[in-house]
């Protein structure tokens, strides 16, 4: 055979066996997201710490929705809001000085400040079933509330309203709750830091701790809105955030923003919003100080976070009752590992939609 021609077949059989590994290489990446997936869906259900129903009203007109959580027998409950743009309901009366000392539900909701509204069908359908603050024959439940901004994902005109939030709680239930691209985080996106068209799509994720030799329980759901980008906690892997211009990889914002990137986020459009609950006996005071301690697991998973152009809020509720007993820093330390367990959950669950892709879309692009 003459030499070109030897040398035409190995090039040939060169490119052959290139495109094979790259074809293998991108199955592998896919088939380890995947993997992760089904990982992580032992990560447990916020319902796993009892006597609480989760249910959303995800909208089909556009991607919005709104999420409640609902306590069978009311709940001790604190707040700690560490971003600079925030939407909230009745976070006031969680303060421990403020006389209410129970929460009847939490909600969670898209639509910005318009989502806020959800609340008052969540309030309706607690009242009916004479659940809330008693004050002779009447009954006002205790319904505190925290919103995302999703406006710019399709129409504005389309957000959670009296009726969502009631929808909700006839949808809620005790068993494992749905993830990804419904409720709160219907329309939740993330890596924002650079303008919507680098952005990706998120969602809301939960996760649950069980300490075997105490009875204790910490479970957390997530909705994640976040202007910066979302990281493995223990691994420090980038899983989804702002992409460069050929739209299938990660900029890494922080990296850019100290590089001197033009910034493009606009504030008020960017939140992560949660609630942890635990089946221990808390009083206002530790609630407080364990949603304080849970923002560490935004920290652990989000970056940059906390920044002027978020509204990051978590709740924690506890029972007035129980007889399991913890110390607060143990509740809180674990707080946080469950609140960086659903981020990372909202992220790898969610689905990607025209314009914004989410991590299981590119996460095999990056190897």
Request: charged letters at 20%.
């Amino acid at each position: 055979m003459p030499r070109e021609a030897k040398d035409d077949l190995r090039r040939r059989s060169f490119i052959r066996q290139a495109m094979l590994f790259g074809a293998a290489a991108q199955l592998e990446g896919f088939m380890e997201t995947q993997k992760k997936i089904r990982a992580e869906e032992s990560a447990g259900s916020i319902t796993d710490v009892g006597r609480i129903r989760v249910g959303h009203c995800t909208d089909t007109r556009r991607p919005t929705g709104c999420t409640v959580v609902i306590f069978e027998d009311g709940a001790v409950a604190g707040v700690d809001v560490r971003g600079s743009a925030p939407g909230t309901r009745e976070t006031d009366l969680l303060n421990p000085i403020n006389m209410v000392q129970q929460v009847n539900a939490i909600l969670l909701s898209g639509g910005s400040a318009f989502g806020l509204d959800a609340a008052s069908g969540v309030a309706r359908y607690l009242e009916e079933r004479g659940s809330g603050f008693h004050m002779g024959p009447i009954v006002v439940p205790i319904v505190p509330a925290a919103v995302l901004f999703d406006l710019a994902v399709g129409d504005p005109k389309v957000r959670p309203n009296a009726d969502s939030g009631y929808a909700a709680c006839r949808a809620a239930s005790d068993s494992n709750v749905a993830e990804g691209n419904v409720g709160a985080g219907a329309g939740a996106t993330i890596g924002k830091l650079f303008g919507m068209e680098a952005a990706m799509k998120s969602g809301i994720g939960n996760a649950s701790v069980k300490i075997r030799e105490t009875g204790l329980i910490v479970g957390a759901i997530v909705a994640v809105n976040a202007v910066g980008d979302v990281f493995e906690a223990k691994t420090g892997k980038l899983l989804a955030g702002a992409r460069g211009k050929d739209g299938k990889t990660f900029l890494n914002t922080m990296a850019q923003m100290v590089r001197g990137q033009k910034q493009e986020a606009r504030p008020g459009e960017n939140s992560t919003i949660g609630v942890v609950a635990t089946n221990a006996a808390l009083n206002k005071d530790q609630a407080t100080k364990i949603a304080q301690m849970g923002h560490d697991g935004l920290a652990r998973t989000i970056n940059p976070v906390h920044t002027m152009w978020d509204g990051d809020t978590i709740f924690v509720a506890g029972s007035s009752s129980s007889k399991i007993q913890a110390d607060t820093t143990t509740i809180g330390s674990i707080a946080a590992e469950v609140v960086a367990r659903a981020v990372v959950r909202a992220v790898i669950t969610a689905a990607g939609i025209p314009g914004y892709p989410a991590s299981r879309d590119l996460i095999h692009d990056q190897r």
